[in-house]
């Protein structure tokens, strides 16, 4: 491995960084609303066994690949693989992180947008459907949702390009506990409003009278999003791993925070929400219309506790996307980087440059461009769609059996015990899984997420 690669220069910084690299918006907005449509208790412990069965081996086999070869997503399967098509592989997951963050980066920048209206105690006094108007008109606006594009790709860009250990190890190190301590802090707020205990029954007591063929497949696709693989971010990041990193232990850890941040999501939004007799299923609008008016309602009657909340709130989610945000930044800036002989600080500004020009016509398509649609969808619809519903599913597919039945299990083995200085007792059962059922399940997913079942 060259050495002006880097390397994470600690053990915590490792699983930090990688939890970090997991854990973003949809922790906080997704797992909840797939819970609330699901059935509630019963959907979060299909949710579990789906990380274990389907989450956990793609991780190991993502980790592998990525240590192995000491090198950027596309690069590693080229080395793997050489001379082979796999190396389209890598190259899909550069290209579906590339894109994500070019309408991902545009959402998380409404999160800075609305730290600041919650500072400026701008929700008090809102009606619900004022809430729903002033963010039509704030997505709409030509130019506001731009300014803070700008300020957060530039955020994520000073962190990218300093480097792996002084910018991406030591930033996670100070974001992933205080997102922690906002979780908890909140959660406690939450449970403790009146009639909270509505919103604790729906998310601890299961109900299986309302488990389908669809919410299984639900689950199975919120385990997969929600760990975000298949994008190259873990793959990249793995290649920055130290030789006596233990994957198998690092993947346990990043699926367990993972999780955790999502129950912790779930112990804020349920509680509040069910308090105000709001139910919890309204998508993506959830944490710019629902929680606003949540947060009105339950805090009401105390103007400054309402508004330290909220501003922690949105401050909680804006370290969430920043976390997943630098590593999608780092996945194209080490493909460029690497593959055409670039700087790291000439291959981030144009990965930033890229993503933030694309970024804008996402931004603008939800507003003055709105009319120009592909698929009777707009082009920000469009970024969203092509990179959940295909890009990650068959990319996370590709790699179940590339690592499965393609890569050699000798390499497998050597990384996964570390050239066998570590008992692994479950190699057998992650090689299996990864050769037979986690193929299928993503393929289940991949169909139902196209809307092929009926």
Not at 1 to 27: E, P, T, Y
Not at 264 to 280: H, M, T, W, Y
Not at 366 to 391: N, S
Request: aromatic fraction near 12%; glycine fraction near 10%; charged fraction near 10%.
């Amino acid at each position: 491995m060259s050495n002006d690669r880097g390397n994470f220069g600690s053990k915590i910084g490792v699983i930090l960084a990688s939890a970090g690299s997991a854990v973003g918006l949809g922790n906080i907005w997704r797992f909840p609303t797939e819970t609330g449509n699901n059935g509630g208790a019963a959907f979060i412990l299909i949710y579990f066994a789906c990380v274990l069965l389907l989450g956990f081996p793609i991780l190991i086999a993502e980790f592998s690949i990525g240590r192995h070869s000491r090198s950027n997503t596309a690069g590693a399967y080229r080395k793997l693989s050489p001379g082979t098509r796999w190396k389209w592989v890598g190259r899909l997951g550069v290209a579906a992180g590339t894109f994500i963050l070019c309408y991902y980066a545009v959402v998380a920048g409404w999160t800075l947008e609305y730290i600041c209206q919650a500072a400026t105690n701008s929700f008090a006094g809102t009606s619900p459907q004022g809430f729903i108007a002033a963010f039509s008109e704030f997505t709409a606006n030509p130019w506001r949702p731009l300014v803070w594009l700008f300020a957060f790709m530039l955020t994520t860009h000073l962190v990218v390009v300093k480097g792996v250990e002084k910018g991406i190890e030591r930033s996670a190190k100070v974001m992933m506990p205080a997102l922690f301590i906002l979780l908890i802090i909140l959660a406690v707020c939450s449970v403790l409003l009146p009639d909270a205990e509505k919103g604790l029954l729906f998310l601890l007591k299961p109900d299986f009278s309302k488990v389908t063929g669809n919410v299984i497949l639900s689950a199975m696709g919120q385990a997969f999003f929600s760990l975000s693989l298949g994008m190259g971010c873990l793959c990249t990041y793995a290649s920055y791993f130290r030789a006596e990193t233990n994957l198998s232990r690092t993947a346990i850890n990043v699926a367990i925070i993972d999780t955790m941040v999502a129950i912790l999501a779930g112990f804020i939004i349920f509680p509040a929400a069910f308090s105000v007799g709001i139910q919890p299923d309204a998508g993506p609008s959830l944490i710019f219309i629902t929680l606003p008016n949540v947060f009105q309602q339950a805090f009401g009657g105390m103007p400054f506790l309402s508004t330290v909340l909220s501003v922690m709130f949105y401050i909680l989610l804006a370290l969430a996307a920043l976390t997943s945000a630098i590593s999608l930044l780092e996945v194209t800036t080490a493909y460029l980087s690497e593959e055409f002989s670039m700087s790291r600080k000439t291959a981030a500004r144009m990965a930033t440059a890229f993503c933030t020009f694309f970024g804008i016509i996402c931004s603008l398509s939800l507003g003055i461009g709105k009319d120009i649609t592909l698929f009777g969808m707009t082009v920000f619809d469009v970024f969203d769609y092509v990179t959940g519903k295909i890009m990650l599913p068959l990319g996370g597919m590709l790699i179940s059996i590339f690592a499965g039945w393609i890569l050699d299990k000798q390499i497998l083995w050597k990384e996964v015990s570390n050239n066998g200085t570590l008992k692994v007792h479950t190699y057998k059962l992650v090689l299996f899984l990864l050769r037979f059922v986690v193929p299928v399940s993503i393929g289940l997913v991949f169909i139902n997420e196209l809307g092929l079942f009926k």
